[in-house]
């Protein structure tokens, strides 16, 4: 049942227009196209998953396994060929795969971007320091 009002209510805002009773009051009304804010709350859809740096991770471990083969190899080239004792960047290198083998495990447990990129990073570092020897 819709009626017409005329006239200031309490607040002193104008009242006047129709007005609506009955079971149709409390329906809502929309002037417009109903706009939705979108969903934050599922996860980050644009890094890697935990899963995939985990995996990477793993990889980087086997990587640190060749890295430190090769870096043995050039050690015992550098004994033969050079005066026969270790220099500083062999030692810095076996020290790099040793810190890229704790971040490696360490991105095993807890999955970060950072931490594999560390890992790798080490990884080739280790075998690179040796070779400046």
Known sequence: METTTTGKDATGKDTTGPTTTGPDATAPTTTGPSITAPDTTGPATTGPTPLALRLTAGGGLLLLAACLVATFMITLVDAVQGDGRGGIFITAGFWALLAGAVVGVAALIVPRRGLVIA???????????????
């Open 119 to 133: 890992q790798y990073c080490l990884a080739m570092g280790g075998p690179f320091l040796a070779l400046l020897d």
